[in-house]
């Protein structure tokens, strides 16, 4: 099957080559149309083990990398977000970025989610949330993506810090009118005490501008 997914990755958006990305060539096996069963992730995203709800997700977003439809499945992952695993919560990021761009609510109810993550502890955990809340392109949201954007800004943390400058790019692709706030947001990072925020910040300015 790993064969198979040479072709198909060539082919494949950028939201599905992410999904190829998070399986890897080892994992081929979640590819096997054969044994997807709703039923069986839908119970497995339920129960109280990690593992097992990994394996579900990796399940779900083979699936989804191969055109089956798997939003019915959408308040059975959204409900796992909360889950203090970090590989879990990038596999269900995937997800809601992959069905959010296609429907306006489920994209209110995904950036609801992420916006739980943003005040985590974890500086990886904000950083991987504020990531895929701004890879939604769906502009009845932006301006809730900029104010995550604005507060990632001043994170205590570079590394959120650096995250929230490369982020400015997206915002920018999806709502250019957002320039005159981006522009000063990012002239504030390129003077930041933190070397990879600076150059993240100057990266960002000479593409949006």
């Known amino acids: 099957m790993a064969a198979n997914a040479t072709p198909m990755m060539e082919k494949a958006s950028a939201g599905v080559r992410e999904i190829?990305?998070?399986?890897?060539?080892?994992?081929?096996?979640?590819?096997?149309?054969?044994r997807f069963s709703e039923a069986e992730?839908?119970?497995?995203?339920?129960?109280t083990l990690t593992d097992r709800k990994i394996d579900a997700m990796k399940r779900l977003l083979a699936a989804v990398s191969?055109?089956?439809d798997a939003s019915p499945?959408?308040?059975?992952?959204?409900?796992?977000?909360?889950?203090?695993?970090?590989?879990?919560?990038?596999?269900?990021?995937?997800?809601?970025?992959?069905?959010?761009?296609?429907?306006?609510?489920?994209?209110l109810l995904s950036i609801n989610s992420f916006q739980k993550d943003l005040s985590d502890r974890s500086q990886l955990v904000r950083a991987s949330a504020l990531r895929a809340m701004a890879s939604i392109?769906?502009?009845?949201?932006?301006?809730?993506?900029?104010?995550?954007?604005?507060?990632?800004?001043?994170?205590?943390?570079?590394?959120?810090?650096?995250?929230?400058?490369?982020?400015?790019?997206k915002?920018?692709?999806?709502?250019?009118?957002?320039?005159?706030?981006?522009?000063?947001?990012?002239?504030?990072?390129?003077?930041?005490?933190e070397v990879q925020v600076v150059g993240s910040a100057v990266m960002a300015f000479h593409h949006i501008v």
Not at 138 to 155: F, R
């Open 171 to 193: 915002v920018f692709a999806v709502d250019p009118d957002q320039f005159l706030e981006l522009r000063g947001l990012l002239l504030r990072l390129m003077s930041d005490h």
């Open 20 to 34: 190829f990305s998070a399986l890897s060539s080892s994992e081929a096996r979640y590819f096997d149309e054969e």
């Open 73 to 107: 499945l959408f308040p059975d992952v959204v409900k796992n977000v909360s889950f203090p695993s970090l590989e879990l919560k990038k596999l269900i990021y995937i997800y809601l970025v992959q069905y959010a761009e296609n429907n306006r609510d489920l994209a």
């Open 41 to 47: 992730i839908r119970k497995a995203l339920g129960d």
């Open 137 to 169: 392109k769906v502009l009845e949201v932006i301006q809730l993506v900029m104010v995550a954007v604005k507060t990632a800004s001043n994170d205590s943390s570079p590394y959120v810090r650096k995250t929230a400058a490369q982020c400015m790019t």
């Open 66 to 68: 191969v055109g089956r």
